[in-house]
Every structure is written in C-alpha cells, then in structure tokens.
C-alpha cells in the first residue's frame, strides 16, 4: 500500500499534470544540465527531515509502558510517555495508548534505566545472589514480564504512525506539483480531474484499511478515535505551510543545478 502511494498513485497523478503559460516564460534548460535543481533538493531534504522529527516524536515519545516496581518482583506500574498529556479536540487523551514497540525493545529500555533488573547471565554475578553451591537470579523468568509493548497484534500507536506517514505523503503530493518555489500549491489543481480522483481515492481506501473490520485486521491495523484521525489529519496539512515557509530557505546552501 505505501510504494503503490508514494509510486505508482503518486506518478500517475503528477504525470497526468496539465502545461501551463508559465511554461513559455522560462528559458530552455541545457542539455548538460542536472536533473536535480537546488529547490528540489532543498524540498526533499527538509520534507525528509520534518517527516523524520514528526515520526521518531510518535514512535518513541507515544506508547505508555508497563514497568516493574523496584524491589517488587511481581508489581508493575504503569509508564507514561512524554507526550501522553496531549488532550484532543474531543476531551480525549489521543496519544495515551499502550506501547506498539517489540516487547523486547521497552524491556530493554526500562531495564537499562534501573525499573528492571537485568536478566540472569552466568558470566555476570550481578544478575544471580550465590549461596555456597546455589545460584539464584536476581530477577525470576516471570519478572518483567509485563514490562514492554505489545509484542504481537495491531495496536493504535503503530497504526496511528502508519496513518500519519501516508497522510504525510499524501498531502505532500500538493507540493510535488510545484517544482520553482511557487506560494500556491493550489494553482490549476481543479483542473486536473486524475489527481483530484486520486487523492481522494487514496483517502478513502487508507480510512477503509483502518476502520474497515476484517480489512484493517489483514493489514496489521486497528481502529482509531476521532482525536486521533484529527491528529493525523492534521499532521498531514502541516507539509503544505510547511512548503510555503521552506521559500524563506536559500536554495545557494543544497547542491543541484541553479
């Protein structure tokens, strides 16, 4: 679903992009010049990297974990993530939801803060009490066993990265069809019926994998609140004023043809 968005939906819709006057305007382009314009280069630099800062934050600052208590081998507390305060339009906590991340991963994390012993190792006497010829671990095979994310199944903190990656992708196809800096990303779209058809194509099959019983379950996805679809939605929208701020930029500091 994502190369069928990011290449083949999105080829078609830009490819299928009416000529414009400007087109006349501009002088012809060398034979020997780049394929890649200091803009372009510019635009998927910093794209590329609002996506990353967008993306990392919901990955490893979303997903609340549940951690063992020091000193108590059995009773687990729960772990908030940083941004589990956020409160939605609806009243809701969008990103309060349990930790998609490998089990492994949070169990890790938690352990080499100090929430959980490490796991027993014969070779490192801090993980096992010895008494004469016993050895007993510090931390028995149950303990910790709660500490970390879901392990398996679809979960909302990695269903709600995957619908704000393509949402992202989506809404950036606006800025793809202007390539020379221009403010209005909105310019002549209504006149091209393909890409219209395509976008909202895209949308309504990306709701139906989420919301869809037996189609979201296929694609390792699960339900989400409207805060959450408002929350996508509206990390999607922000590639387009960030497009427009990205004229303040130089383009002299990205390599590529003038």
């Not at 027993?120 to 801090?126: L, Q």
């Not at 050895?135 to 199944?153: E, F, L, N, Q």
């Not at 992708?169 to 800025?175: D, K, S, V």
Request: some cysteine; proline content about 7%.
């Amino acid at each position: 679903w994502v190369n069928l968005i990011m290449d083949s939906f999105a080829s078609l819709a830009l490819a299928t992009e009416n000529p414009s006057r400007t087109l006349l305007n501009r002088k012809p382009y060398s034979r020997d010049r780049g394929v890649l314009s200091k803009v372009m280069v510019k635009n998927m630099v910093m794209h590329a990297a609002w996506q990353l800062i967008i993306l990392g934050a919901l990955i490893f600052a979303v997903g609340d974990v549940r951690t063992c208590a020091p000193g108590h081998k059995q009773a687990c507390i729960e772990k908030a993530a940083p941004l589990s305060f956020v409160e939605g339009y609806y009243g809701s906590l969008p990103l309060k939801v349990p930790s998609g991340r490998p089990a492994g991963f949070d169990r890790a994390a938690t352990a080499a803060s100090g929430a959980c012993p490490p796991a027993f190792n014969a070779t490192d006497p801090s993980t096992f009490k010895k008494s004469g010829r016993t050895v007993t671990p510090i931390r028995d095979p149950t303990y910790c066993k709660h500490s970390g994310g879901s392990g398996s199944g679809p979960t909302q903190h990695y269903t709600l990265i995957f619908n704000v990656f393509v949402l992202m992708q989506l809404f950036n196809e606006f800025n793809s069809r202007k390539i020379h800096d221009e403010a209005n990303v909105f310019s002549g779209v209504l006149g091209n019926s393909l890409f219209l058809l395509i976008v909202i194509g895209t949308f309504l099959g990306q709701v139906a994998l989420i919301e869809l019983p037996g189609i979201n379950t296929a694609f390792g996805c699960t339900n989400l609140t409207r805060d959450q679809w408002i929350l996508s939605l509206l990390a999607g929208v922000s590639t387009i004023p960030l497009n427009i701020l990205l004229r303040l930029v130089p383009n002299s500091i990205f390599p590529g043809s003038d």
